[in-house]
């Protein structure tokens, strides 16, 4: 690694605009970025993949093996990504730092603590928390319904026992005892809103926006309703900063907040990928799990509320990926199967329909494993050109930047031919219901949606709030376009089941929980915790 003022250098960042964290991490100033406005903006390429599955598509490992490859072309090129979770990475995921030789470092800190944005995120969120109940307990002089109180707790840690809760137990001294729950930290709204903010300003505003609950008469309160705007603005402070790293190949990097795509709106924070715009020509960014939900959720939320234009798209794939579409055990995936890939190609292919929905190009790129056969990597390239677009074979993993050239040159000439005609699946003024059922007819290819009489009602009681006009942010697994997640391939004709509607009024979208999806994960049977840990030299070993 060389020192990050060094990197910083590589774009024209000088010394004074970065504030280190250790002389290989900082986060950048909020004077310099204030002082790109002036500067046009470059090119934005978004990484998207597959309905991910047990054998790995790479899609971070990409994006960073891609951003090295337009830097090995002669580009000037950074990549923008999400910070990763603690509860992923000792949980059943890993780390989120890329793999091989594209990967981005130092990768236990990225992993781990990093620059501490996480555990302010997780502050700011429980201080509303104890605001709230605190302010019931005092007398309550808003008015504050304790039966609606919408506003749970959040941990950085997959912990299914904490989904549920009741709290305030221990007599009248310890306050009124309510059913109360806990979600991961980046399903929190004060994630969501940071990754929306456009400055401080525009934080503490959505801050005091977050609809915490209702009266008994079922009119809204607010976070500035019991003061909490204020004190969790300056606990976010210094995390709204973007924070600067590098990959393997000493290109730099920006990292920064991480919300879930199955459960948030998966995409890094519009300020970084904003000022990356500024100081680089080309920025690659990573929008979480498949494009039925990242992608969907970058084009329709990002895009929409930052006035973001995307002028290509990388949707990644790997062989062993398309044959368990097709068909194949984990198991097998060693031995080669055309027919398999030529059969899970058929997830491919929608996805590549669904982002030119968007009027985004997108282009393949086939993350090689050492296993993959010629003949199987041709069944990809002949899916992708019977769509209109080219795939790639990509051996970033093993080469670098330098097993994406190809690829690099492809991604530019795309970029710069003007092809981009990007526009949200649905408009603002579309009703709440229908802007749900459009995405799971378009994107997922149900059949419809279902809803109960009070997610109905719902609907009905956030169009006359006047949050009509919001996105909506689907809350689905992963694994499938489907809710079931052992529906892999392409399913359609499905049903798409709508359990509950959360309104987030501060990030401006309204979360759509669907299927049995958790917005606290839990852990495995077997967490990768279980394999990491300080060897003898006092290295951290496990944590991939």
């Known amino acids: 690694m060389k020192p990050i003022t060094e ?30 406005n002036t500067r046009p903006d470059g090119k934005l390429i978004l990484v998207t993949a597959i309905s991910p599955t047990p054998a790995g598509e790479g899609k971070t490992t990409t994006t960073v093996g891609l951003s090295d490859g337009l830097n090995r072309i002669g580009k000037k090129a950074m990549c923008a990504l999400r910070e990763p979770s603690l509860g992923p990475c000792f949980g059943v995921k890993g780390g989120a730092a ?8 130092p990768m236990e800190d990225i992993n781990l603590h990093f620059t501490g944005d996480f555990h302010a995120i997780t502050s700011a969120h429980n201080l509303l928390s104890a605001l709230i109940d605190n302010h019931i307990y005092w007398g309550n002089a808003v008015g504050l319904d304790s039966r609606r109180v919408e506003w749970r707790r959040v941990l950085d840690m997959n912990d299914r026992a904490l989904r549920s809760i009741v709290n305030s137990l ?17 399903a929190s709204e004060v994630m969501a809103i940071l990754c929306l903010a456009s400055d401080l300003k525009d934080l503490e505003t959505r801050l005091g926006n977050i609809i915490i609950g209702y009266t008994r008469d079922k009119k809204p309160v607010r976070a500035r309703d019991v003061k909490g705007d204020g004190a969790m603005t300056v606990l976010l ?32 924070s519009v300020l970084a990928t904003k000022s990356a715009l500024k100081i680089a020509d080309y920025v690659v960014t990573e929008a979480g799990f498949g494009a039925d939900l990242g992608a969907e959720k970058f084009f329709d939320i990002k895009c929409r509320k930052a006035g973001l234009n995307p002028s290509a798209a990388v949707i990644v794939a790997t062989v062993r990926a398309l044959k368990m579409h097709g ?11 055309v027919a398999a890939v030529a059969k899970g190609c058929e997830n491919l292919k929608r996805h590549i329909e669904n982002v030119g929905k968007f009027g985004v190009p997108a282009v393949v790129a086939v993350n090689r494993f050492i296993t993959d056969t010629d003949a199987e990597i041709q069944e990809v390239m002949k899916a992708a050109e019977s769509m209109g677009t080219r795939a790639f074979m990509c051996t970033h993993w093993a080469d670098g930047g330098k097993g994406t050239e190809a690829l690099a040159r492809h991604v530019v000439e795309i970029a710069d031919s003007g092809k981009a005609q990007f526009k949200p699946l ?5 009703p709440l219901r229908e802007k749900v059922k459009t995405i799971a007819t378009e994107i997922y290819r149900a059949a419809d949606i279902s809803c109960d009489s009070s997610v109905e009602t719902r609907f009905k009681e956030l169009e006359a709030m006047g949050f009509g006009h919001l996105p909506v ?26 359990r509950e509607l959360r309104l987030s009024a501060g990030a401006e979208f309204v979360v759509v929980i669907t299927g049995e999806i958790m917005t606290m994960p839990g852990l495995p049977k ?15 070993e496990g944590l991939f």
């Open 7 to 36: 990197v910083a250098a590589k774009l024209g960042i000088p010394a004074d605009a970065i504030i280190p964290y250790g002389s290989t991490k900082a986060k950048l100033s909020f004077d310099f970025i204030n002082a790109l």
């Open 526 to 540: 077997v967490p990768s915790a279980d394999s990491i840990r300080l060897n003898a030299q006092g290295q951290i």
């Open 426 to 430: 649905y408009p603002d003024d579309m």
């Open 98 to 105: 890329g793999g091989g030789y594209a990967q981005v470092v």
């Open 237 to 268: 402070k210094d995390a709204l900063m973007p924070n600067m790293v590098q990959t393997l190949e000493n290109n730099p990097v920006f990292i920064h907040g991480g919300p879930f795509a199955n459960i948030a709106h998966g995409c890094n």
């Open 327 to 337: 068909g194949v055990a984990k198991d097998d995936l060693k031995n080669e199967n």
């Open 170 to 186: 221990g007599g009248v001294s310890n306050g009124f005892p309510r059913e109360d729950g806990f979600d991961i930290t980046v």
């Open 473 to 498: 942010c689907m809350a689905k697994t992963q694994y499938s376009f489907s809710t079931d997640p052992t529906k892999r391939g392409a399913p359609s004709g499905h049903i798409v089941p709508v």
